[in-house]
Structure formats: C-alpha cells, structure tokens
C-alpha cells in the first residue's frame, strides 16, 4: 500500500480525534513505528490492520470510518493538495464528475505507484450518475465508500446539492448512485488555479 | 482608424482567446477575451501594439512594417506593464487592399505565456475558461501542482532520512561506554587524511595498572576509570583530533597537523600527567598511568598506514619495556633493536 493512503489515515485520526488516540492505537499494533511516510510503501495487510483497529477504538463501521475518510481528504484545511488536484479536474461539479474516468490516469502522472482504483462514470441522464469503482491493482481493499466521502465533501466545495446512495458492491466492483439535484446550490469554495503550485 | 469588425473575430475569441488584430498602422482593433481580461484597467484597444508590448525576439524594426515581416516565425514579447510578463507569440501579416480575415494591410496575432504561465494565471487571476478548450495549460498547472506536493512529501522524507542516518552513522563510530571515538571512526579518519595527504601524529595510548582496578575493585571501578580518563584525554586535545578507543585499555589518538617531535613529546607527556590523576570510586582512590608510542606522519618519504600503525604500536612496546609511564617516538633504531614485548 502507498505510503501516501496510510498517512492520509495517520492524518485523519490525528486531525479528528488528536495524537493520543492515534498513538494508542498504531502502539497496540506493535508494527515497530508510529508514524506512516508519505513516501514509502508499506504491506497492505499493516493498512487492513491499522483500519480495522481504528474501528474498534472509534466504535465506527468499516464504511463509516472510510467515509470519514474521504470526506477528511478534501474538507480538512490542512491538507489542501488532494481538493486543490481534484479541483483542476472541472470547472463545475458535472465537469469533475466526468474527469473521475481520468483519475488513476491523472493520479499516475502525480506519484506514479499511486495505486487508485479505476472509475467509471455513466450518464443516465436528468441528473442522475452511476459511478462504478473498481479493485486496486496491488490490494484488495475496496474503497468506495472512501470514493463516496469524496464526491460529498467536492459536492460541496463546487457549491452543488447531490443525493448519494452506495448501490453495494460486487465481485470486482462497487456502484454509487449520484443524483445532482442543484449545481449552484450554495457558492462553494473558491478555486483559484495559480494558489498552490510554486508555493508548495 | 477602421472598428470595422470581421465574422473572424468569433471564431478567434473561441480558439485564440489571447489573440490582438491590428490595423494597417498597427494599432489594436480587436482582442481576444482573454488578452482583455489581461489588460484588465489598462487601455488596450486603439492602442500602438509596439507600445503595449516589446517585441524582444526577432530584432527587427519597431514598425508595422517590421511586425509584419515577422509573419509565421515564433515571437518573444514582453509586456510593458508592471510585471513585465513575458509572452510567446506567432504573427499573420493580413494582405493588402482586398478583406479577408481582417483589416487589410493588418496582422493577427496571437499569444501565449509560455513558460511565465504560472506567475501569469496568479497574476491576471486567469482560470480554467480563459484558456481554449485544447490548450494543454490546465493539464500542466496540474502537473506542476501534483509533482510539487509529491517533490515536497520526498524532500521532507529524505531530510528524515538524512537525519536518521547521521544519528545512525553517529553511533556507528562512537563507543558507547566513554563516548569517545571507535574503531571504525578512526579507519574512517585515517584513511581521509592519507588521501588528502595531510600531516599528523598517531598515537598509540595502553593504560597501565588499570588490570589491577578491575580485579581488585570491579568493572563498574574499571567502567568510571575509562570514562575519567576519556574526558581527561578529549581535555588536552583540539576538536579536530580524534581519540578513539580501540580495545579494554587501548586509545588511538589522531592529532591533526602535529609534525614536530618536540611538540607531540610534550603532548604525550601532559597526556601521562593527567592519567595518574587518581579516580576516586565509592570513596576509594584508583589510580592507573598509561605508555604512549607514536610517529609522526611527516617523516615518511610516502607515509603508508599499516606502517605508520606498526611502528606507532612498536614505540608503545619501547615504553612499556622501559618501565611503563612513559612515552616512546618512533625511530627507525628500535626496529634495529627491538623491546622485548612488555607484559601488562
């Protein structure tokens, strides 16, 4: 598993529930380290078990804690990369919709052992989306409802009012259901492309 | 001046949005909305094009005549606003008399920032609709602003990891009971100094009686002594030299730029002195002296470590069998009558 996932989780806690509780829990884990590195890449199953603990010492499903997850990628201050990246995708909340198809692509060209999964967008029209995810190439995890975290928190940062329904998930794959109901619901966060870059 | 407009200006707005058309005397008549929002506030339209911009590459006359001979061949521009902002640009040169895509005798021309792209985008406030829908701009600010988060997540990685290396190779060379240098620390030193060719004295240092402290008063006695007598020893040397312990009781000493034999005979001389300086242990006096033997790397036609190692080891052998507490240079005269092996 990339660094960069573990340390999102790492980050997560530690932003969420402070630094005693993240400590706490990677400490009953015994890995040796307390502390991910965005840089390196770790065995999936240290994730699985990182997760799986959180879970327990949040009193959090599974789906709920990936959810946070997502949602704590783009909406949390402190981290401005992930939104700011997912912002060029679109210059409006349909617009982003339609790059998802691009974003293991996009990611690739970023941190190229990134390993996301492949997404795939359809159109059924009137508003209404399906997005299929799909498996990671190097582990089992499924993220969709990471995924789904996601979508909510850029939904929000572009200003749109969707309805989002996790359909369930198959042998390879997950759907999520995305209804648009309103694209200039509320003003959004502003984008403002030459902000981040040069600047770090 | 013609505002005549042209059914070209459209479709330029749409595919270059950082286009100008000037007039046959050079002045701008039309720009694209891009270029507007550009000289937001600044006057623009009706305006001498050579008067906005400097046309940096080619060299050419500040005409319109010269503007135009420039047709089809790649411009450096700089604006001639506060930032200066450079620009690449290509020119059509319109032809004369009869209309076609603009004012007779005029010029299109049409801009991009190039490489400035990033300082310009903060600069005019540019977003993902001032650019045509297949400029790869969009794409690459991306690219610049993912690799630059990615650089950042490696450079704080590898600072970590320089970090851990230092402590790591710290304690690699550090002995940990007297915190002085070991072994491989002075290899280490050694072999840096013979390729620079540098001078200094090596110095072989063997405790005397210390065998007695640890049999009559125990290893923790013997521990304390060897840590007194590690800091006695840093405390008449420089920060440059090294002392290095390499076994129970033996020291190495490398003293940086020492060439002369009176000089390293008194430093060997005040080493002694300071080492019969007794400890005291839980109330009882330890007392221990040490035999110095060393050689100097300047008397060497090629100085050659192992050697340098041998004869320094050779005169420590000397000063033991002359009855310890005492310091022997090297001189090629022991190899011709050499100690017998002194007994600790």
């Known amino acids: 598993m990339h660094g960069l996932v573990n340390r999102a989780i790492e980050r997560f806690v530690r932003d969420t529930y402070g630094r005693d509780v993240w400590l706490e829990t990677i400490r009953r884990l015994d890995l040796g380290y307390t502390e991910f590195e965005a840089m390196m890449t770790y065995e999936p199953q240290v994730t699985k078990e990182v997760l799986a603990a959180l879970a327990t010492r949040l009193g959090k499903d599974l789906p709920d804690l990936f959810e946070d997850i997502g949602t704590y990628m783009i909406s949390h201050p402190d981290i401005e990369a992930p939104r700011r990246l997912l912002r060029f995708g679109g210059v409006d909340f349909v617009d982003f919709l339609h790059s998802l198809d691009d974003l293991a692509e996009r990611a690739r060209l970023a941190v190229f052992d990134l390993d996301l999964p492949t997404l795939e967008l359809r159109d059924h029209g009137e508003g209404s989306y399906s997005l299929t995810v799909g498996l990671c190439e190097h582990h089992d995890l499924r993220l969709g409802r990471v995924v789904m975290g996601v979508l909510r928190a850029m939904a929000d940062d572009y200003g749109a009012l969707v309805f989002l329904e996790y359909r369930g998930a198959s042998a390879g794959r997950e759907v999520i259901l995305i209804r648009l109901l309103e694209t200039a619901f509320a003003s959004g966060r502003s984008f403002e492309l030459g902000a981040g870059g040069l600047t770090g | ?344």
């Open chain 2, 1 to 344: 001046m013609s505002d005549e407009t042209y059914p070209s200006y459209d479709l330029l707005d749409v595919l270059c949005p950082m286009h100008a058309v000037l007039n046959a005397s050079g002045h701008v008549v039309h720009a694209g909305p891009t270029l507007q929002k550009v000289f937001a506030g600044k006057p623009l339209i009706g305006e001498r094009f050579l008067e906005i911009a400097e046309l940096r590459r080619p060299h050419v006359a500040e005409t319109m005549a010269g503007l135009r001979g420039c047709h089809g061949a790649r411009l450096h521009l700089r604006l001639r606003d506060g930032v200066r902002t450079g620009m690449k640009g290509v020119l059509i040169a319109l032809p004369q008399g009869a209309a076609s895509l603009g004012p007779p005798g005029g010029a299109i021309i049409n801009l991009s920032f190039g490489i400035s792209v990033v300082d310009a985008v903060r600069d005019f406030g540019l977003n993902a609709g001032d650019f045509p829908a297949t400029d790869l701009t969009i794409e690459m600010l991306y690219l610049i602003e993912a690799k630059s988060a990615a650089m950042e997540a490696s450079r704080k990685l590898n600072l970590r990891l320089q970090g851990a290396r230092i402590a790591a190779e710290e304690q690699a060379y550090t002995d940990t009971l007297t915190g002085l240098k070991n072994r491989r620390a002075m290899d280490h030193v050694l072999e840096r100094l013979m390729q620079t060719e540098q001078d200094f004295a090596l110095m072989h240092l063997d405790l005397d009686y210390f065998k007695q402290v640890n049999d009559t008063l125990g290893h923790a006695a013997g521990d304390q002594v060897l840590q007194n007598v590690a800091r006695r020893i840093l405390a008449q040397t420089r920060a440059d030299d090294l002392v290095a312990r390499t076994g129970g009781d033996e020291f190495v000493l490398i003293l940086a730029g020492v060439t002369a034999r009176a000089r390293l005979s008194e430093i060997a001389t005040r080493l002694i002195l300071c080492l019969e300086e007794p400890v005291m242990y839980n109330g009882q006096e330890c007392r221990v002296s040490g035999s110095i033997g060393a050689t100097l790397s300047c008397a060497y036609e090629t100085p050659d470590l192992a050697r340098m190692m041998e004869d320094s080891d050779l005169a420590l052998y000397a000063a033991k069998a002359r009855g310890r507490a005492c310091h022997v240079l090297y001189d090629p005269a022991l190899r011709a009558d050499p100690p017998l092996h002194g007994t600790d």
